[in-house]
């Protein structure tokens, strides 16, 4: 079964300033998506980035870009010029590739890291 | 174009009580999930549903029933509330594509 680990339950980063979140995973799948998650305190789920295993170029999302490392199983996101909106837990997650019986449409995600942005 | 809608947001329930979480989708998905969250913890998958007619379990489905009798729709049913059923549950969808679409939640408390 894969897991998603999060070990960074709090971060914070000055405005403007760039912060790194953690996230690691482990599966015996060679093809998955990987995806980082914000959930500002409204609740709402809103996709940041993704990545998908075959790709081995690292994805960017204008200010959000990501350090994925598939030997290392780990996916960092990095967030550049930090905003005061950017204060939010974030999720990463982790899907199986959309082919045959792996197919489910689950994500499995990790514990989150929530996001302090100062002033 | 509506997405994800689920009914109610917010929900307060005595323990033994039963009740359905309404949850609808407008995109002709056919993967439509549960999930609850609590702190900590992250999102953990309840059910799921691979089409109409079609479920299974996620990793914590004690204490849920689900059905899909149609694409649009996935209820979650808690049959004999208890107090561990207190979270923020999320339903979401999603095509043959990458993005699931989250649903804006319900919190229920279970007192």
């Known amino acids: 079964a894969q897991t998603v680990t999060q070990s960074q339950p709090e971060m914070s980063v000055q405005e403007a300033e760039t912060v790194t979140l953690s996230c690691t995973y482990d599966?015996?799948?060679?093809?998955?998506?990987l995806f980082w998650y914000k959930q500002p305190p409204s609740r709402q789920m809103i996709l940041v980035i993704r990545?998908?295993?075959?790709?081995?170029q690292n994805a960017t999302e204008n200010r959000f870009s990501v350090n994925f490392q598939k030997a290392a199983k780990s996916f960092s996101l990095k967030i550049s010029d930090s905003q005061l909106g950017d204060a939010a837990m974030y999720f990463c997650?982790?899907?199986?590739?959309?082919?045959?019986?792996?197919?489910?449409?689950?994500?499995?995600f990790g514990q989150g890291t929530t996001l302090q942005v100062k002033p | 174009n509506a997405g994800v809608t689920q009914t109610p947001k917010f929900q307060v329930l005595k323990t033994g009580q039963s009740m359905t979480l309404q949850c609808a989708q407008d995109?002709?998905?056919?993967?439509m999930s549960w999930y609850r969250q609590d702190p900590g913890m992250g999102l953990r998958l309840i059910h799921y549903?691979?089409?109409?007619?079609?479920?299974d379990q996620g990793e914590v489905p004690n204490g849920y029933n689900v059905s899909r009798s149609t694409t649009e729709d996935f209820p979650l049913r808690l049959l004999s509330a208890a107090p561990s059923q207190t979270s923020v549950y999320f339903c979401?969808?999603?095509?043959?594509?990458?993005?699931?679409?989250f649903g804006p939640g319900t919190r229920l408390t279970v007192t």
């Open positions: 979401a969808s999603s095509g043959r594509a990458y993005e699931q679409y």
């Open positions: 599966t015996s799948e060679s093809d998955y998506y």
């Open positions: 990545q998908e295993a075959y790709k081995q």
């Open positions: 997650a982790y899907r199986s590739a959309p082919y045959g019986s792996s197919n489910t449409g689950k994500l499995i």
């Open positions: 995109m002709n998905h056919e993967y």
């Open positions: 549903s691979v089409g109409a007619g079609i479920t």
